[in-house]
């Protein structure tokens, strides 16, 4: 590791004058490039090798705290090479639909410069697309990073990771963009009309997010992603029968869960009160996913409603409910009518059984 940090460091002063120069007019930096040169593909490897290493550098800080950095580099060093071989094949293969000649080596040098750059632009939207997620949601920040993994709900109902999304989208469309800005030096190379290059744009811009996706898919072997498996006891649905009285069966309450091998439940709680010959009923409805730990179950609601319907006044009101996290105390018992689900919350115990088929 340090021999290749002090490689590194040898690097940089090239590289940066490489890299402000292809700032600067990145058509030019190419027509000058000797394309034929021995040491052409090195160096361009090299400068694509210094934007990779400087990626990682800064991404040091997020790495989960024991994971071994040397291990990590070498797997994402493969995960970015294969991405970009990939990128290379697919970009060769776009010319060549069109008639480009550019030699596959010609490829690679002239693509290490273009993607070595539009990896520094990504890695700064990525920073700054971290940074605003741990404003808004140091909580959630710290579970995507360092584990164990947030709950799904919980991570789509988050500003923070909204937020985070919405950046490293706005980093992938400036990506796509620094692709259209030096895709005429790729059109000079290939020599081939205005016309034809811009079928070759679309077909790369038609298969590079499978490119992406590919890249996503392996990163997503590195992440310190740790589900708890929901319990399989308590799949299928629970249900608590409506009490008697002379308007339950008109107006039935109780309470219904479902949950799936997942974890991602439905249910429908519904309550009557009288008031005389009057009877209003109360339903409320969610959906969203469950998590278990030791006895303890959560459900993380990720959408909900709550529906009044009065009998006498003949009105129905519905309202979108307001979403919070609930936690009950679980057990699972047995009774002499069968095996109970039974919930202890803040406003006391109820016992469910499974709905018979």
């Not at 590194?8 to 120069?21: E, K, V």
């Not at 060769?92 to 539009?118: C, D, H």
């Not at 799949?235 to 997942?262: H, I, M, R």
Request: a neutral charge; aromatic letters at 12%; one cysteine or more.
């Amino acid at each position: 590791m340090n021999e290749l940090i002090g490689k590194l460091l040898a690097a940089i002063p090239a590289y940066a004058r490489q890299l402000i120069q292809l700032l600067r007019s990145p058509r030019e930096f190419i027509r000058k490039l000797e394309l034929d040169s021995d040491s052409a593909l090195q160096d361009a490897l090299t400068f694509l090798a210094v934007s990779f290493a400087l990626a990682f550098i800064a991404q040091i800080p997020l790495l989960p705290g024991k994971a071994n950095p040397g291990i990590l580099f070498g797997a994402s060093a493969v995960i970015a090479g294969l991405a970009f071989l990939a990128e290379v094949a697919l970009l060769a293969l776009s010319w060549k639909v069109v008639g480009g000649r550019l030699p596959f080596r010609k490829f690679l040098i002239v693509n290490s410069y273009f993607t070595g750059f539009s990896s520094l632009m990504f890695l700064m939207a990525e920073l700054i697309a971290i940074g605003v997620c741990q404003v808004l949601d140091p909580a959630i920040t710290h579970a995507v990073f360092y584990g164990p993994m947030p709950d799904p709900v919980d991570a789509v109902r988050s500003e923070g990771v909204k937020a985070l999304f919405l950046v490293l989208a706005l980093g992938i469309v400036a990506v796509y963009v620094w692709a259209f800005v030096v895709w005429r030096s790729y059109r000079e190379l290939n020599r081939v009309s205005k016309f034809r290059s811009a079928i070759a744009f679309v077909v790369f811009l038609g298969f590079s997010p499978m490119v992406l996706a590919l890249q996503l898919l392996m990163g997503a072997s590195l992440s310190p992603t740790t589900v708890t498996p929901f319990p399989t006891e308590l799949v299928g649905v629970w249900e608590t029968p409506p009490p008697a009285g002379p308007f339950f069966p008109l107006f039935p309450v109780g309470a219904a869960y479902s949950f799936d091998s997942q974890g991602y439940y439905d249910s429908v709680d519904s309550k009557a009160v009288s008031n005389g010959d009057c009877v209003t009923t109360t339903v409320d409805t969610e959906w969203g996913h469950a998590t278990v730990e030791g006895s303890t179950l959560t459900l993380h609601p990720f959408r909900g409603s709550e529906s009044i319907d009065g009998s006498c006044p003949g009105k129905r009101t519905e309202a979108i409910k307001n979403l919070t996290n609930v936690e009950f105390r679980f057990t699972l018992r047995q009774s002499s009518e069968g095996q109970q689900l039974c919930l202890m919350g803040r406003y006391g115990e109820r016992c469910l059984t499974p709905r018979r088929r």
